[in-house]
């Protein structure tokens, strides 16, 4: 099946740094990958869509100079925190979408990386 | 491995009642998600169950058996907005998500 990895699988970091997250399809070639965060109550917020060689589209909220996003490729995208703070202390996961697969709604999710700022 | 199974696919009718099952092998176990997902959406939160039993919410119900390594939703009184792909994700013992691939859940009137 098709295999989505996040590295790191968690980071602590002190206020003020910049931390990047990268996301890979593995076994498969992804055109569109998306980037949620967790809230404590579970819920998912799409932060952008990801699209390979293009400019990431932000939802309504996002800043995007904060959570800049690159698609360099077909399996590979990455956010980058930058400057963080506590407020940025999360649960950040990706998924992509299988450009091969029939169904174009299917998203495949990552395992997630916890961001802890100090 | 680490391995979550659900249904690739089922179909109700409106009105009626349908389980959808998740079992999962994982190293540790740190609680259980399901999310609903429509087409060009982003999931929705459904429920997170993390002691064994049977949590109810409103229409639908989470049940988990941690012995079993296996939960269910359970949605009642289908309505044709119920449409949509429903996803098991387990929290390993490193606390990262484990996910299923997902159900794709028809609805017929």
């Known amino acids: 099946g098709a295999v989505v990895s996040q590295h790191p699988s968690r980071v602590i970091c002190k206020s003020g740094t910049s931390v990047k997250i990268e996301c890979r399809s593995l076994?498969?070639?992804?055109?569109?990958m998306f980037w949620y965060r967790q809230f404590p109550k579970k819920s998912l917020m799409l932060m952008a869509t990801?699209?390979?060689?293009?400019?990431?589209?932000?939802e309504q909220g996002v800043e995007k100079d904060k959570f800049l996003i690159n698609h360099a490729s077909l399996t590979l995208s990455t956010l980058t925190v930058t400057s963080a703070h506590p407020e940025d202390s999360s649960f950040y996961i990706c998924s992509a979408r299988d450009i091969s697969a029939g169904d174009t709604d299917t998203q495949y999710f990552g395992p997630g990386t916890r961001l802890t700022v100090l | 491995g680490q391995n979550i199974d659900q249904p690739t696919e089922m179909t109700a009718t409106e009105g009626a009642i349908v389980q959808i099952n998740c079992t999962y092998q994982?190293?540790?176990?740190?609680?259980l998600f399901w999310y609903q997902q429509h087409a060009g959406e982003a999931p929705t939160f459904l429920s997170y169950?993390?002691l064994d039993g049977l949590e109810e919410k409103g229409r639908f119900s989470s049940f988990l058996s941690r012995s079993k390594g296996y939960s269910y939703l359970l949605l009642k009184e289908l309505q044709m907005k119920d449409s949509a792909s429903y996803l098991c994700a387990v929290v390993d013992s490193n606390y990262q998500l484990i996910w299923g691939a997902g159900t794709k859940l028809i609805i017929k009137p």
């Open positions: 169950n993390v």
């Open positions: 994982t190293s540790g176990f740190n609680g």
């Open positions: 076994d498969f070639q992804a055109t569109t």
């Open positions: 990801s699209n390979e060689g293009s400019k990431a589209t932000y």
